[in-house]
């Protein structure tokens, strides 16, 4: 497991970008509302550079432990998605959600994501 960018640590949002195993695994704890939507619209974006510059095939993000997203920053996944649909059908990536089912908005807010482009992601809602 490699370290791709310097990790966010904040009062509200913690986030980590490596490699491992071929795959770019984002993992997001915290809360991410108002205050950090710049820093998860950066994040996402890096991300997405980072992952069609080096070809990945799949990009997993972790939200398990993200006990809150405001719709300011789920509009940045929104238009992540965006962008990775905008991409020549070779050079697009898997996308690759981790859930937590007992947290409520992620059950609702990420079927609406993979509704959104079924052909790109995957939500695997399982426990910690």
């Known amino acids: 497991m490699s370290a791709l960018s310097q990790p966010i ?4 949002l913690n986030a980590t970008v490596t490699m491992v195993d071929h795959a770019m695994v984002v993992r997001m704890s915290g809360t991410a509302d108002l205050r950090v939507t710049d820093t998860v619209e950066k994040l996402l974006s ?8 080096d070809h990945v095939g799949e ?9 809150f997203m ?15 649909q905008d991409l ?3 050079a697009q990536y898997r996308i ?7 947290i409520l908005w992620q059950r609702r807010s990420l ?15 399982t426990a910690n």
Do not use: G, M, Y
């Open 46 to 53: 890096n991300v997405h550079a980072q992952a069609t510059r």
């Open 70 to 84: 405001n719709s300011s920053c789920f509009k940045s996944f929104v238009s992540w998605i965006s962008q990775v």
């Open 96 to 102: 690759h959600f981790f859930s937590n089912p007992a």
């Open 9 to 12: 640590q904040s009062a509200e």
């Open 88 to 90: 020549a059908e070779s």
């Open 111 to 125: 079927n609406a994501l993979s509704c959104f482009a079924a052909h790109l992601i995957t939500i695997d809602s």
């Open 59 to 67: 990009v997993k993000v972790d939200l398990r432990t993200l006990e």
